[in-house]
């Protein structure tokens, strides 16, 4: 299957500073990631849609000046959460689309970002 | 309005005892339904893809099958490495950008 990464695994950061999670797909180019905040025992909450080369889409309901999304190539894509507060504190998780003959087509996902904002 | 759901929420079981797992699904036109297995502090990891009614894939103790409305996972003989959040999603053909709606998963224990 296909890998994705996501840098850093966890984070502890001061109310009101600025926190960016990288999530990389490995061994193959995505021209679409996705990024989720999940809450524990709590499903998959779709944050954005993150298009290479283009403005992310982001779901009702989500800031786009506080979760700032950049997909700046087909392995790279960014999630900035500024001015963190308690409340941001969460499970974020990072899934980018496959298409193509050697890869089934679905989103496969990155281990996720624990954020903590004290 | 597209929508999943998924049954039971919880299930426990004992080991060796079969069992399985129901997504019901309203979607406009499907394009595909996923089945993905989630560990406490993870990211979601994929296990299978569905496309037509009656289409049915394996994995291990792992069996997903498909009709128009629903798609169920099989778990036969699970041991407690099965014990996980089994998550369902489905894309609908009119969704942009490969974009799923994701059930709320059933969590699923196996005791030993």
């Known amino acids: 299957g296909a890998v994705v990464s996501q840098h850093p695994s966890r984070v502890i950061c001061k109310s009101g500073t600025s926190v960016k999670i990288e999530c990389r797909s490995l061994?193959?180019?995505?021209?679409?990631m996705f990024w989720y905040r999940q809450f524990p025992k709590k499903s998959l909450m779709l944050m954005a849609t993150s298009n290479e080369g283009s403005k992310a889409t982001y779901e009702q309901g989500v800031e786009k000046d506080k979760f700032l999304i950049n997909h700046a190539s087909l392995t790279l894509s960014t999630l900035t959460v500024t001015s963190a507060h308690p409340e941001d504190s969460s499970f974020y998780i990072c899934?980018?689309?496959?298409?193509?003959?050697?890869?089934?087509?679905?989103?496969?996902f990155g281990p996720g970002t624990r954020l903590l904002v004290l | 309005e597209d929508q999943v759901t998924q049954s039971p929420e919880a299930l426990r079981l004992q080991e060796g005892e079969s069992s399985s797992l129901n997504c019901s699904y309203t979607?406009?036109?499907?394009?595909?339904l996923f089945w993905y297995r989630q560990d406490p502090g993870k990211g979601p990891e994929f296990l299978f893809t569905?496309?037509?009614a009656g289409e049915e894939k394996e994995k291990e103790r792992l069996k997903a099958t498909l009709t128009k409305k629903e798609s169920f996972l099989h778990i036969t003989a699970p041991k407690p490495e099965d014990s996980a959040t089994y998550l369902c999603a489905v894309q609908a053909s009119h969704s942009s950008a490969s974009k799923i709606i994701f059930g709320s998963g059933t969590r699923l224990s196996i005791r030993p």
């Open positions: 899934s980018a689309w496959t298409s193509g003959s050697r890869l089934q087509e679905t989103q496969y």
């Open positions: 061994d193959f180019q995505a021209t679409t």
């Open positions: 979607v406009s036109g499907l394009r595909g």
């Open positions: 569905l496309y037509s």
